[in-house]
């Protein structure tokens, strides 16, 4: 008995090592941790339970068959993070480097699986050369049979994928269809055809880091939805993006505890809006002062920042933030900020997220590109992300909103539970310049002093349409509220919406505008 169980204990201690010290140090050489080391600070204390530690390839070709070392290159397994039950895998990079074979792939499947079954959440730690050369096409089976498994898993558990190192041809496929993916400058890199191969096809010259590093897919591509300087950095904020979010698509997340004594009628509110209507103001100043403790994780920070999206907690509850950024191209919605705040809308709507929505939106973004790269089909993607949420969805309308822009922005029309303005709204077909440009276009020719024409006019249409109450008086806009009285108003709209039940239409699958 004794001999048995110090044979136990010797397997696990070489299958710890993975592909040895060496290997391990060449890792920590290169400014990254090992796939163990990675578990260790994501998850909670000793709560990591590691399965399928003894699984090797079963591969005899090119000398693999001499070549055994348990675990084949990922370590997985469930633990908790924030409390809560979480299944993951961490590939090992010091084995094969982190390449994926038939029995790698297998392992992760039992997982997600196993995450399917119980409604847990998947962190995926990604470190992998990609599929195992040596085993040719059982590797890209191994890769498919997982995006089969992403995809069928995509709306029922979070999944959250990070990239701590290389993640090349079609292995990004698999963080591509998760929900949110991580990675750290300057060690992480994923794109479909590397530095080499893009040289021979397009002749172009480019560095790992500016094809596919962390950078170029936080603030080019939009294919990260956050990047940080380090992995400790990093797997932090796996472990602070995991506490907003709920164990599956039947669960709701977790609502921490309020001190409701803490001061919640903040009247620096009032003076943020300028007085001119063209004068740029940050709206993340705003979202700090309502969300608790000005914790606001925001996702895509430097992607499309003409649109901010991101978590917060409004009395301890969680939500799911979507604003106009009226400091970058004051606010317009064009391509990139429509598709990434669809895709965020839908995630929320999946996970059961309220949202709460923070307009000053001036309209859609004119011109050729634009419109010749499909801003009415990627506008649709926002349009319809709305009014497909079935979410506890509360609008608080800052400034302007105007034109098809005050439609998306989760209007009264497309099921805004609570559709609140300040008085410093304006909500009309567009801005009062362009309008009395048009409507006046007659007058202002006729008249003797067109300038000051312009100006009556002006005065006229600003009077009528620039402001909150032609809506409220239609009952579009629910109130109009006092900038500092906003976070009673939505702690008390999200409390009476937790009961909320909305249904969408039985269908097999709808047909959102890609
Ligand atoms: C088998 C691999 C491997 C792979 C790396 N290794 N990639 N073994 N299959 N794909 C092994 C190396 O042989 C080496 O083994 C060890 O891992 C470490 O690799 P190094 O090259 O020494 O490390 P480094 O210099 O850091 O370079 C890392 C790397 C490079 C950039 C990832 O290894 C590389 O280019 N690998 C090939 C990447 C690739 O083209 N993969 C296929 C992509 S296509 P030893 O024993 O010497 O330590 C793909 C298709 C997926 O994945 C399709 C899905 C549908």
């Not at 620096?268 to 914790?295: G, S």
């Not at 965020?344 to 939106?361: S, T």
């Not at 909150?468 to 999200?494: C, M």
Request: charged share 25%; aromatic share 8%; net charge negative.
């Amino acid at each position: 008995m004794k001999d048995k169980i110090q044979e136990l204990l010797k397997r696990k201690e070489i299958a710890k090592l993975g592909g040895g010290e060496e290997k391990i140090n060449d890792q920590h050489n290169k400014g990254k941790l090992s796939a163990r080391e990675r578990i260790e600070l994501v998850v909670d204390e000793g709560t990591f339970e590691e399965i399928d530690m003894f699984v090797n390839h079963r591969a005899h070709d090119f000398g693999l068959d001499k070549i055994k070392l348990p675990g084949d290159g990922v370590i997985t397994g469930f633990a908790k993070i924030n409390g809560k039950p979480i299944v993951l895998y961490s590939q090992d990079f010091t084995v094969f480097g982190g390449s994926l074979s038939e029995t790698h792939a297998e392992k992760i499947i039992k997982i997600l699986n196993i995450a399917m079954k119980n409604g847990i959440p998947v962190l995926g730690l990604n470190d992998s050369g990609g599929a195992r050369i040596q085993e040719g096409v059982n590797s890209l089976g191994g890769y498919a049979d997982i995006f089969l498994l992403n995809t069928l898993a995509s709306g029922v558990i979070p999944q959250i994928s990070v990239i701590l190192g290389p993640c090349a041809g079609g292995a990004v496929y698999s963080p591509a269809i998760t929900d949110f993916i991580f990675m750290v400058r300057k060690s992480s890199y994923m794109f479909v055809t590397g530095p080499n191969v893009v040289k021979t096809v397009t002749h172009e010259d480019v560095s790992f880091e500016d094809l596919g590093g962390a950078e170029t897919h936080a603030a080019k591509s939009g294919v990260a939805h956050f990047a940080f300087d380090n992995e400790i950095e990093t797997l932090l904020n796996v472990r602070r993006l995991f506490s907003f979010l709920p164990s599956n698509f039947m669960d709701r997340p977790v609502d921490i505890p309020y001190n409701s004594e803490d001061i919640i009628s903040d009247e620096r509110l009032d003076i943020i809006i300028p007085d001119t209507p063209n004068k740029p103001y940050d709206m993340k100043e705003i979202i700090n002062l309502l969300v608790d403790k000005q914790d606001f994780l925001e996702v895509h920070a430097t992607y499309a920042e003409n649109i901010i999206i991101g978590f917060g907690r409004i009395a301890g509850m969680s939500v799911g933030i979507v604003a106009n950024q009226p400091q970058v191209l004051a606010g317009v919605l064009d391509i990139n900020a429509s598709v990434k705040a669809a895709r965020f809308v839908r995630f929320c709507d999946a996970f059961n997220i309220p949202l709460l929505v923070l307009v000053d939106v001036p309209g859609f973004l004119p011109g050729t590109e634009q419109e010749w790269n499909g801003i009415i089909r990627h506008g649709a993607k926002l349009l319809f992300a709305f009014c497909e949420a079935t979410v506890p969805k509360v609008t608080v309308i800052t400034r302007k909103a105007y034109g098809g822009a005050y439609d998306v922005m989760n209007s009264k029309h497309i099921r805004g539970d609570f559709n609140y303005a300040w008085p410093t709204a304006e909500i009309a077909v567009m801005g009062p310049k362009g309008a009395v440009e048009i409507i006046f276009k007659k007058e202002i020719e006729r008249s003797e002093n067109p300038e000051a024409e312009i100006e009556i006019k002006l005065e006229e249409y600003i009077k009528k349409f620039s402001n909150p109450y032609i809506a409220a008086e239609r009952g579009f806009i629910d109130d109009i509220i006092l900038p500092r009285d906003t976070k009673s108003k939505l702690i008390n709209a999200f409390h009476l919406l937790k009961t909320k039940v909305d249904k969408n239409p039985l269908k097999k699958h709808s047909n959102i505008p890609l």
